[in-house]
């Protein structure tokens, strides 16, 4: 059966976006949230992705909000926390 884009699921086009990155064999890969609103399912396919893709020597950035996630993925972590005054201006300490 074939689907136009607009017709897929969210997993389904987070799917098609790391194919079309994957085809072009970067040296390295920026994710944001590659698994944000999809199921379950989907979720392990793309998470198997991202592994063979490390596996096969890629860079792999990944952004993510659920630390256990991007630690099951990944092999090196970095954390940034900022802490904001309370007031309009929104300096960080």
Not at 28 to 35: R, S
Request: aromatic share 4%.
């Amino acid at each position: 059966m074939r689907k136009q884009y607009r017709q897929l699921s969210i997993g389904q086009k987070r799917r098609v976006h790391l194919v079309l990155a994957l085809c072009r064999k970067p040296q390295v890969l920026i994710l944001d949230e590659p698994t944000a609103g999809i199921d379950a399912l989907n979720r392990a396919e793309l998470h198997n992705e991202i592994r063979k893709a490390r596996l096969e020597g890629m860079t792999i950035l990944l952004a993510a909000h659920d630390m256990t996630e991007a630690e099951n993925l990944i092999t090196f972590t970095v954390m940034q926390t900022v802490v904001y005054w309370k007031n309009e201006s929104r300096n960080p300490v």
